[in-house]
């Protein structure tokens, strides 16, 4: 008989325990595979060792009996200006089927908890407006919304090659 998927909301089974953790170099392969689980790519497993073993690169997993379920990579930002620096929470995902049973609360709130133990002084994240999922989120776990213009702006660059 074909099981139906569980409704949203609904508590995981005790068998389905969510373990989260930050990744380390030895982590490369998983890091690998949940990214091209999530974005679609990844860099090969000897640039992502060199990037976990980074003192300011935080990469949390989320996973259930060893499988991605979602994901969470910052960077701590030094300034120039203060003494502490901040975490710049730059991406957060969590697959959507298991979207609203508090995995990415517990996402953020590990975030908060490294950024509190390396004494940043704050953590940041950006959304999109049209993004409620994330604002809901951040404004859950204790966000207040600074700057509500705010605009992206990139500079598309090819990597090694001289500017004009
Ligand atoms: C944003 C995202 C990471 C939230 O993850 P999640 O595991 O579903 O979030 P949680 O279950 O921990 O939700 C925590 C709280 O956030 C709020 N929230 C989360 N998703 C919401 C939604 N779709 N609508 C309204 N509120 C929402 C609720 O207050 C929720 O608490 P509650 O379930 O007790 O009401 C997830 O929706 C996602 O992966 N989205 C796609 C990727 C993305 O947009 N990332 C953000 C990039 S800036």
Redo the contacts with the bound molecule.
Sequence with gaps: MRKSKPPP?RPLRPAARVRIRRLTPGDGALAGAALRRFQGRAAGVAKLREYLGGASNLFLLAEIRGIPV?FLRAHVLERPDRIEGQLFIY????APR??????????VARALQFARSELLFEAF????RG????A??Y???GASLEDPEALLFVYPLSGGEPGP
């Design positions: 909301n979602g991406d957060i995902e969590v298991y979207r609203r049973r508090g995995i990415g609360r517990r996402l994240v950006l959304t999109s993004n409620r999922a994330a809901a989120l404004e859950a776990t």
